[in-house]
């Protein structure tokens, strides 16, 4: 069935210098990013084991996703949003996540600028056929 969970992880303005930009400078130095994470996920069991292996363990997902910036050394933040969420969304148990990436330090007169995305896990063959609506008998 569909997750209707609405418990979040969250991760608020982790700091990573990576590689991003389109221009030869930004190729040639680090930069910081400022990145927020929100999973929607099912934290029940965590919360009835206080067991962090029940839990989806936001120390991993830093470390995942600062690994991450700075191994693919994107050009756009498009880009570098997608990657990550698409990672994210493979390597843990959450159904929904939303994701800032935020370089400060781009534009002089803005304190930051960036892209924030939304994606959703892929429904299991289980869920689907558990879901699906089949078409009313009446004609």
């Avoid at 206080?50 to 693919?72: E, G, T």
Wanted: hydrophobic share 45%.
């Amino acid at each position: 069935m569909f997750h209707t969970e609405s418990d979040v992880v969250f991760v608020k303005g982790l700091k990573v210098e990576a590689v991003i930009g389109v221009y030869a400078w930004e190729r040639a130095i680090t930069q910081p990013l400022l990145i927020d994470i929100v999973l929607e996920t099912d934290i029940s069991r965590a919360a009835a084991s206080d067991d962090v292996n029940d839990a989806l363990n936001y120390k991993a997902v830093c470390d995942d996703v600062s690994a991450w910036c700075q191994a693919i050394q994107a050009q756009l933040l498009e880009h570098l949003a997608g990657q990550l969420a698409d990672k994210l969304l493979a390597k843990y148990a959450c159904h929904k996540l939303t994701l800032r990436v935020a370089k400060p330090t781009a534009i002089q007169q803005a304190d930051a600028v960036g892209v924030q995305i939304t994606r959703y896990a892929k429904a299991t063959a289980t869920e689907s056929a558990t879901n699906y609506d089949s078409p009313s008998d009446d004609t």
